[in-house]
């Protein structure tokens, strides 16, 4: 049995990965890393489901005895990726999801270096913008600062494997789960066929062109 493919989703605040996710979750068995944060949680959040907030201390003595396979501090917080879970996943052959953000991202790339990272962007600087605004409570100022750390994130688009665009809901989903079955299948070891190849290398392609015209609209 082959092992399972872990998989890192990042994108910045707007971008509906969240959205994404619980759509895919719904029709794939992978199992969702469950991380560990500081912050507090917010109203309905349950602890063990969401997150499992735990104290600083708690935090740092989990980092101490190598029981983070990656961490990042965000806002103000620590959030980290508990590591048993993840490698008693993968090794029981289910693929293992995380949804964090692109420092942990790198880090995790570094840790494990066949994770597929794939990154999440709203179609433009307009939707972003409209997409952050829409709830209305929040005031300008909370909102450029909201856009500012969304461009920070997008600079980082970089070290991503793959890109998807979340313009149509559906149409993102279906491009994330063909990224993921086609990354499962290159993890696999086994021999491609001239097809797969292909559609590998397609995928690939259009993720590269995704970068350069994600870094011209939000960018430059
Ligand atoms: P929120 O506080 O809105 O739930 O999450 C803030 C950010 O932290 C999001 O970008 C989320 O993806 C990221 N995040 C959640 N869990 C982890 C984690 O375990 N590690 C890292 N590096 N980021 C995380």
Redesign the pocket.
Known sequence: MSKGILLV?????GSG?GTILDAYKKDHPVYF?V???T?SP?PGEIDGV??HFITREAFEEKIASGG?L???E??G?M????RDKVEEQTEKGVNVM????????A??KKACPEAVLCFVVPPSMEVLRHRLTRRGTEDEETVNKRLTQALT?IERIGQYDYVVINDDLDKAVADFADIVATAQLAASGKSLTAEEEAHLSELKEKSAALKAAVKKEFLL
């Open positions: 989703l990042s994108g910045p605040s990965k890393s991380s560990n944060t912050r917010r969401h997150y983070m990656e961490y990042a965000y806002c917080n959030y980290g990726t508990p995380l949804d964090i953000e692109t420092v942990g991202a880090n995790v994130e």
